[in-house]
Nanobody, 114 residues
Framework: VQLQASGGGLVQPGGSLRLSCAAS????????MGWYRQAPGKQREWVAG???????NYADSVKGRFTISRDNAKNTLYLQMNSLKPEDTAVFYC?????????WGQGTQVTVSS
């Protein structure tokens, strides 16, 4: 599975971004997928996950602000991010858990700053 994340950028506090993660090389409709992020000087942390059945979970820090979704017809994962805060600044990575093996995308930078 190859994962290509996109949609990052510079946004002001309170703004929104939508990240996309396009998968290729395999059909992901039966795979659990997720988003992680890594802020400068910090460890990578889990942000959100979605099962093959569409059950979603979020880290407390983003609950109510971020929404994870998937379009299996497009083999794509999304992360809608609203009410962004400076502490959301990080490189965001998408993941795909296929038969217990986790694949990672290359990351997309999100910077929240005025």
């Amino acid at each position: 599975v190859q994962l290509q994340a996109s949609g990052g950028g510079l946004v002001q506090p309170g703004g929104s971004l939508r990240l996309s993660c396009a998968a290729s090389g395999s059909i992901i409709s039966r795979d659990a997928m997720g988003w992680y992020r890594q802020a400068p000087g910090k460890q990578r942390e889990w942000v959100a996950g979605i099962t093959d059945g569409g059950v979603v979970n979020y880290a407390d820090s983003v609950k109510g602000r971020f929404t994870i979704s998937r379009d299996n017809a497009k083999n794509t994962l999304y992360l809608q991010m609203n009410s962004l805060k400076p502490e959301d600044t990080a490189v965001f990575y998408c993941t795909c858990d296929q038969f217990g093996r986790v694949y990672w995308g290359q990351g997309t930078q999100v910077t929240v700053s005025s």
